[in-house]
Structure formats: C-alpha cells, structure tokens
C-alpha cells in the first residue's frame, strides 16, 4: 500500500471513541512525508502518520467477495459488510470462508 496523496479518500480511526462508528471517511488535504492531514467527512481535521490512513474504496462500490474490493483493510471489509446488510444480502465472501450476518428483525 502506497502512501495516501492529496485528494484521497482514506479511512481513519475515529478520534470520537464513544462514537458508533470505528472509522471514519475522510479527504486527505496535506501529506508531508510520514504524515498526513485528513479533512473528516463529518466535520474536523486530523494529522496522523500515514500508515494510520487507509485508502477508501470508490462510493458506492459493493462486492459479494470482500476479496474482490480494491483496497482490503479492516475498515473497507467493514463497510462492504455493513452495505450488503443494509441491502438485506446476509452472505459476504471472503475467498472461501462465508460470512453471515445475523438476519433476524423485530416484527411488527
């Protein structure tokens, strides 16, 4: 993995440790060498190392196999998983071994 220039979309962990989410997305607006600054999609900045940001998938890209995602990391497998949920598709691959979420919901 490369190191993230200026423009990216890259995953952070978020600074917010009772927040629901882990990671947050965000836009890398400087990059100096070991480190970068990340503009948060939700609002504030952070300056990190670089090792700390993780390239963000392009929007809205969703796949039946995690291993088919472009850039694999914890917070892009996250994502892919939480998306194919939200679309009711239970079953995520990753190579062989087959994730399930659990499906059950409130009924009426």
Known sequence: MGKPAVADAVWVKNPDAKAGNVFVKGSVVAADGAN???QLSGGGALKLDAADA????PEGMVTPDNTMLIHLSEPTILENVQQRFADKEIYT??????LAMNPFQRLP
């Open 54 to 57: 993780f390239p963000a998938n």
């Open 93 to 98: 691959l990753t190579g062989s071994i087959l």
């Open 36 to 38: 970068v600054s990340v």
